[in-house]
């Protein structure tokens, strides 16, 4: 499917569209509802009393913060393993860095004081650990790419294996909070904490994005990199190791949240082409609007209950990417 070029020129307003009507949405959004003109109010007036004013500039806004975090860091991430490895169905879940992550996290959740801190500090060791296991593996073999799904795999399996274990003999309440987390939770965010993960984010995102016209080369394939003295392995091992670092921020501070990663670069892609000087940023802007409207839903179709932000994502994301498959076979 080619992209218009009428839309090609609109790429970034567009964008910038989508995430500001999803950050409104967030805003405005959940338990307690705000009317467009409340909201103008109390953005306008941030020293203001009163329960809403409290939810919004409290709660709302750190949350938001944090889910367009999130979201641009899977998207990203999603967008640079595919096109490392060459695989459309790669998403940033796919090497076992979420595994390592989620094995620290339910370890905090689990067996220790539950801290502001302890629980985001475990699951980026955990990511970590895994993301240095899996470099390991695939270093002897000049971090090929088959090299690095396979030990991505067999790390994530043994993370799994042992979460599972540690899942089945945890007392009722750690449990239920480590499966709540597990299914993607953005509602522990911390004001510092997102400032430190947006800082490492934005750098990250920054550096992949010069790596662009590296990435159009390397989906052309090996041999096209080689034939242009591409030092393919270590290349190859610097973004994945960044994009593993974006998953590894990402899944520390919200559980595991799936399909931003996956869905957003195909939406994109067949929307605006493949080039990744473009699809980077794209990726970067619809991602975060993506995650933060799914918090908005998260917060609002059960209210005052709230759906774990995953299950949303799950839900929205598989029918859109069945629906891209089919305009793609088109």
């Given amino acids: 499917m080619r992209p218009s070029v009428r839309h090609t020129y609109l790429w970034l307003p567009l964008c910038l569209l989508f995430l500001g009507g999803a950050v409104v949405a967030g805003l405005m959004y ?18 203001s009393s009163g329960l809403k004013s409290t939810v919004v500039w409290q709660l709302r806004l750190p949350r938001v913060g944090l889910a367009a975090l999130v979201g641009m860091a899977l998207a990203v991430s999603g967008t640079v393993f595919q096109a490392v490895l060459r695989n459309p169905l790669a ?15 339910v370890l905090a959740l689990t067996f220790f004081s539950v801290q502001s801190y302890t629980v985001p500090l475990l699951a980026f060791s955990g990511a ?9 593996v695939a270093r002897a073999h000049q971090a090929a790419t088959h090299t690095l799904i396979l030990a991505g795999v067999m790390v994530g399996s043994l993370c799994t294996a042992v979460l599972m274990f540690l899942l089945l003999y945890a007392p009722a309440d750690p449990m239920r909070n480590a499966l709540f987390w597990l299914a993607g939770n953005l509602a522990r965010g911390e004001e510092r904490w997102l400032l430190y993960g947006a800082g490492v984010c934005v750098i990250l995102v920054l550096l992949l994005w010069s790596r662009a016209g590296l990435l159009d080369v390397f989906t052309q ?30 899944v520390a501070l919200a559980g595991l949240v799936g399909f931003v990663g996956l869905v957003v670069p195909h939406a994109i892609r067949l ?18 609007g993506f ?37 793609r076979g088109r």
């Fill in 221 to 250: 394939g090996e041999d096209v990199a080689a034939d242009l003295g591409v030092d393919i392995g270590r290349e190859r091992l610097f973004l994945f190791c960044a994009a593993g670092l974006l998953v590894a921020i990402a």
């Fill in 30 to 47: 959940g338990t307690v509802p705000l009317t467009p003109s409340e909201l103008v109010d109390i953005l306008l007036h941030p020293q």
């Fill in 128 to 136: 970590l650990l895994a993301l240095f296991l899996v470099y390991l």
């Fill in 271 to 288: 929307l605006w082409g493949a080039g990744h000087m473009r699809l980077i940023p794209a990726a970067a802007i619809i991602g975060a």
């Fill in 91 to 105: 998403d940033p879940y796919i090497l076992g860095v979420s595994g390592g992550a989620a094995l620290g996290a």
């Fill in 291 to 327: 995650l933060v409207g799914a918090d908005a839903l998260a917060r609002t179709v059960l209210a005052p209950a709230e759906v774990p932000v995953g299950v949303v994502t799950a839900l929205v994301g598989a029918p859109f990417f069945l629906y891209l498959l089919r305009l």
